[in-house]
Structures are given as C-alpha cells and as structure tokens.
C-alpha cells in the first residue's frame, strides 16, 4: 500500500489560516505560526466581547436614562423603583430611547414612577 502524504490537507489548512490574517502586520499576516496564534488570540478575543458588548450597552443606557432623571430632579433608583411598583415592564434600552427621542413621553413616566415610588424622598 503506497504511503500517503498530506501535501493537499496542509496546504488548504495554511492557506484557511493565512486568509484569516489578512490584513494583520508583518510575520503575522506571513507566517503560519505567528498567523495560527494572532487568529487564535483574534477568536477568543471575539468570542469573550461578543458577551461583553451586551454589558456595555447595559451601561450606555443606565447612563443615559441616569442623566435624563437627573435633569427631572429624581435619581434612577428612585425612578426604576417607582417603574416596578408601578407595575411598568419597560426595559432600559427603551427607556433610553425614549429619554432622548421623546422627552414627553420620559416626563410622564417620571411623574408615574415618583407618585408610586415608596420613600420618604419622592414625595417631596
């Protein structure tokens, strides 16, 4: 039985890795080690900030809604409490938008969350 070679596999695994690190300086888009590594490092990097961009907009929009309740004279835990007593199921994103594109609309709700809202401190 004749003995087989992997020139053919090889190749088409170093060209999947070198096209992956195109574009990437130096040895790096060049040669197949440094490439296997910057495209490895590049996937994980990926992967772990594909989870972390959810956080990140989390905190854009706690920020915005944050400073939009600052401008009404409330806190945002003051506001978000008064939204859950309230019963309000508005999720933060819309919150934000809506803080930005409808202020009327972000008025209301402040006035909704404070006459709901449990302490001492919304009342005044």
Known sequence: MPRTRTHVPHHKRVKRILKAAKGYYGGRSKLLSTARDTVMRAGVYAYRDRRRRKGDFRRLWI?????????????YSRFMSGLNHATIDLN??????????DPKAFDALVVIALEHAKTPAAAA
């Open 63 to 75: 920020t915005r809604i944050a400073a939009a309740c600052r401008m009404r004279g409330t806190s």
């Open 92 to 101: 933060r994103k819309m919150l934000s938008e809506m803080a930005i594109a």
